[in-house]
């Protein structure tokens, strides 16, 4: 597409034109690259080193031209396998983590290996999803982050399978790379697979459309992504929604093949592109208590008290409130659920649970003093509809 165009809706803003986005991510200075377990490993199992050399390449020529690279890799039960002499993918969790446990080495020195070929050092970060939905242990990794790029150092991160297993139930590191890349403030993140792009169906149906670009989630209506291949956990599915969580949080999305690293890093047009939201980019907290953040209960509101959440700008009372759940404390985040059950958004709970029990319904004028304060205030209540 060409041009500036509008999106859906009556007051959605301009999209850059894919060219625009393209070059944008060309251009990107801090970008995050993934890598999916069948990418980089043999289907026998093992590091596929021949092609791993070839990303590495690609990776450094963009270095080279002034990039941040942090990897996202994928790969460590697929690594795991050789060495333990396992013929298929392990089935059971504590194989699998065992086996990931064993092939995070070897992938990891590899990555290692490889990069030296260009006097370059690298670092392994295992992150869980959430570590970042800490505030203080997403910091902390932030703070390694960038440290690591100061010092030249290129960030290896997976998700830590020991303790956290939702990227090898869901997601083949997808969800992760996107929560990293708007951890760091990453100007692009670049995922890669076994797929060129996303197809509207099955890519080998006759019939099947390339979509090169994708706005909003109407451009997304009718797709059928599939749900994973034999080596990983990705499918396309969990890269779509990784992508859509990233271009929410702002950052600009390049979906593609493994084989393509070179053309989509140099900003040739390959893969689909997600772009992010033009007008309202998510603060940072946010986008963390909508994604990231553990919810730590819920608050049920009635409809007047949903308009209004909804329309944004407007604090949470109690007179709204029709029931909670959950042993929150003040500073928690806590989900913010319509009549209906629809989750309407989150936000930071000014109340402990216990305090909080006693105010439902009641008009703030009726409560004691110390109770006068919002149940969340506008400015830590953030919904899922509008996004701002
Ligand atoms: N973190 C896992 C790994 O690196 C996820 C990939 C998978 O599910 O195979 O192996």
Request: proline share 4%; net charge neutral.
């Given at each position: 597409?060409?041009g500036?165009?509008r999106?859906?809706?009556?007051?959605?803003?301009?999209?850059?034109?894919?060219a625009?986005?393209?070059?944008e991510?060309?251009?990107a200075?801090?970008?995050?690259?993934?890598f999916?377990?069948?990418?980089?490993?043999?289907?026998?199992?093992?590091?596929?080193r021949?092609?791993m050399?070839?990303y590495?390449e690609?990776l450094?020529?963009?270095?080279?031209?002034?990039s941040d690279?942090?990897?996202?890799?994928?790969g460590?039960?697929?690594?795991g396998r050789?060495?333990?002499?396992?013929?298929?993918?392990?089935?059971?969790?504590a194989?699998?983590?065992?086996?990931?446990?064993?092939?995070?080495?070897?992938?990891?020195?590899n990555?290692?290996d490889?990069f030296?070929?260009?006097?370059?050092?690298?670092?392994?970060?295992?992150?869980?999803?959430?570590?970042?939905?800490?505030?203080?242990?997403?910091r902390?990794?932030?703070r390694?982050?960038?440290?690591?790029?100061?010092?030249?150092v290129?960030?290896?991160?997976n998700?830590?399978?020991?303790?956290?297993?939702?990227?090898?139930?869901?997601?083949?590191?997808?969800?992760?790379?996107?929560?990293?890349?708007?951890?760091?403030?990453?100007?692009a993140?670049?995922l890669?697979s076994?797929?060129?792009?996303?197809?509207?169906?099955?890519?080998s149906d006759?019939?099947?459309?390339f979509?090169?670009?994708?706005?909003?989630?109407?451009?997304?209506?009718?797709?059928?992504?599939?749900?994973?291949?034999?080596?990983?956990?990705?499918?396309?599915?969990?890269?779509?929604?990784?992508?859509?969580?990233a271009?929410?949080?702002?950052?600009p999305?390049?979906l593609?093949?493994?084989?393509?690293?070179?053309?989509?890093l140099?900003?040739?047009?390959?893969?689909?592109?997600?772009?992010?939201?033009?007008?309202k980019?998510?603060?940072?907290?946010?986008?963390?208590?909508l994604?990231?953040?553990?919810a730590?209960?819920v608050?049920?509101?009635?409809?007047?008290?949903?308009?209004?959440?909804?329309?944004?700008?407007?604090?949470l009372?109690?007179?709204?409130?029709t029931?909670i759940?959950g042993?929150?404390?003040?500073?928690d985040?806590?989900?913010?659920?319509?009549?209906?059950g629809?989750?309407?958004?989150?936000?930071?709970?000014?109340?402990?649970a216990?305090?909080?029990?006693?105010?439902?319904?009641?008009?703030?004028?009726?409560l004691?003093?110390?109770q006068?304060?919002?149940?969340?205030?506008?400015?830590?209540?953030?919904?899922?509809a509008?996004?701002?």
């Amino acid at each position: 597409m060409t041009g500036q165009e509008r999106g859906e809706g009556v007051d959605t803003p301009l999209y850059r034109s894919e060219a625009e986005l393209r070059s944008e991510i060309a251009g990107a200075k801090k970008i995050v690259v993934k890598f999916g377990s069948s990418s980089l490993t043999r289907s026998s199992g093992g590091v596929d080193r021949v092609r791993m050399d070839r990303y590495v390449e690609a990776l450094e020529a963009r270095m080279a031209a002034g990039s941040d690279v942090v990897v996202v890799s994928s790969g460590a039960i697929a690594t795991g396998r050789k060495p333990l002499k396992m013929v298929t993918r392990p089935k059971d969790l504590a194989t699998k983590q065992a086996a990931a446990a064993v092939g995070q080495v070897q992938l990891a020195s590899n990555w290692s290996d490889s990069f030296e070929r260009f006097e370059r050092t690298v670092a392994l970060i295992l992150l869980t999803a959430g570590d970042t939905g800490d505030r203080d242990r997403a910091r902390n990794a932030q703070r390694t982050i960038d440290r690591l790029r100061q010092l030249r150092v290129i960030p290896i991160i997976n998700e830590n399978d020991t303790v956290a297993t939702s990227e090898m139930r869901f997601g083949d590191n997808d969800r992760l790379a996107a929560l990293v890349a708007h951890l760091i403030g990453a100007d692009a993140l670049v995922l890669l697979s076994d797929v060129d792009g996303l197809f509207d169906r099955n890519p080998s149906d006759p019939g099947a459309r390339f979509l090169s670009e994708v706005r909003s989630g109407k451009d997304l209506e009718g797709v059928l992504a599939g749900d994973g291949g034999p080596l990983g956990t990705g499918g396309m599915a969990a890269k779509v929604s990784a992508a859509r969580l990233a271009a929410r949080g702002g950052v600009p999305v390049l979906l593609t093949s493994a084989d393509n690293i070179a053309p989509a890093l140099a900003g040739d047009d390959v893969g689909t592109v997600f772009h992010p939201r033009p007008d309202k980019r998510l603060s940072a907290w946010k986008f963390w208590a909508l994604y990231a953040a553990d919810a730590e209960g819920v608050l049920r509101i009635d409809p007047g008290a949903m308009r209004a959440v909804t329309r944004g700008g407007t604090s949470l009372l109690p007179v709204g409130i029709t029931g909670i759940d959950g042993e929150f404390h003040r500073g928690d985040i806590v989900e913010v659920i319509g009549p209906n059950g629809e989750a309407i958004g989150r936000g930071e709970v000014g109340y402990d649970a216990d305090v909080l029990a006693g105010m439902i319904g009641r008009n703030t004028a009726d409560l004691p003093v110390e109770q006068r304060r919002a149940v969340i205030h506008a400015d830590y209540l953030s919904n899922y509809a509008s996004r701002v």
